[in-house]
T-cell receptor, first 112, second 109 residues
Framework: DTAVSQTPKYLVTQMGNDKSIKCEQN?????MYWYKQDSKKFLKIMFS???????INETVPNRFSPKSPDKAHLNLHINSLELGDSAVYFC???????????FGSGTQLSVL | KNEVEQSPQNLTAQEGEFITINCSYS?????LHWLQQHPGGGIVSLFM???GKKKHGRLIATINIQEKHSSLHITASHPRDSAVYIC???????????FGTGTLLAVQP
């Protein structure tokens, strides 16, 4: 069974659309994250949730809104998509805020 | 200047060689991660350490907190070790993860 699963794996959409990426972990972890990997392969944290509460909210446009309905899920909703949003988005989880990370397989978002 | 610097950025080695990848950071940390990203894109955590040394198979990670430096060593390298290796530190005050830019390793048979 996949520990951290995110869907979809690929997402191609037009500028201005709204889209969501879903993430689920079955590890019983308390903390979940969203990371963005740009075209230069540089990873940067976007959000972190601990027990459904937002604990890290980096300087990302407010078009990006994370939602954590329960500890096992952290979804990422993006409004009014822009060309610059094209990237690979990784979900991850850890038992604690500084624990070992388990990553999803990534969602490659292409905004046309 | 990035708070986490890795060297080298690119590394090509022959199969069997001993490999070292370095990571230096400029902030106070509570832990350091070494991650591996394969050409297919998936990211795997190799080590998380806050002091000393850890070993897993052919991989060894060390950290020197005073010098703000960590190294990842691969013994008897193999083509399947070809990947991007990423150092990331957990910033002590905020628990925020800050990533290095990665080291692209290619091991040739």
């Amino acid at each position: 069974d996949t520990a951290v699963s995110q869907t979809p794996k690929y997402l191609v959409t037009q500028m201005g659309n709204d889209k969501s990426i879903k993430c689920e972990q079955n590890l019983g972890h308390d903390t979940m994250y969203w990371y963005k990997q740009d075209s230069k392969k540089f990873l940067k944290i976007m959000f972190s949730y601990n027990n459904k509460e937002l604990i890290i909210n980096e300087t990302v446009p407010n078009r990006f809104s994370p939602k954590s309905p329960d500890k096992a899920h952290l979804n990422l909703h993006i409004n009014s998509l822009e060309l610059g949003d094209s990237a690979v988005y990784f979900c991850a989880s850890s038992q604690t805020v500084s624990g070992k990370l388990f990553f999803g397989s990534g969602t490659q978002l292409s905004v046309l | 200047k990035n708070e986490v610097e890795q060297s080298p950025q690119n590394l090509t080695a022959q199969e069997g060689e001993f490999i070292t990848i370095n990571c230096s950071y400029s902030v106070g940390i509570s832990a350091l991660h070494w991650l591996q990203q394969h050409p297919g894109g998936g990211i795997v955590s190799l080590f998380m350490l806050s002091s000393g040394k850890k070993k897993h198979g052919r991989l060894i990670a060390t950290i020197n907190i005073q010098e703000k430096h960590s190294s990842l060593h691969i013994t008897a390298s193999h083509p399947r070790d070809s990947a991007v290796y990423i150092c990331a530190v957990v910033r002590g005050a905020t628990n925020k993860l800050i990533f290095g830019t990665g080291t692209l390793l290619a091991v040739q048979p």
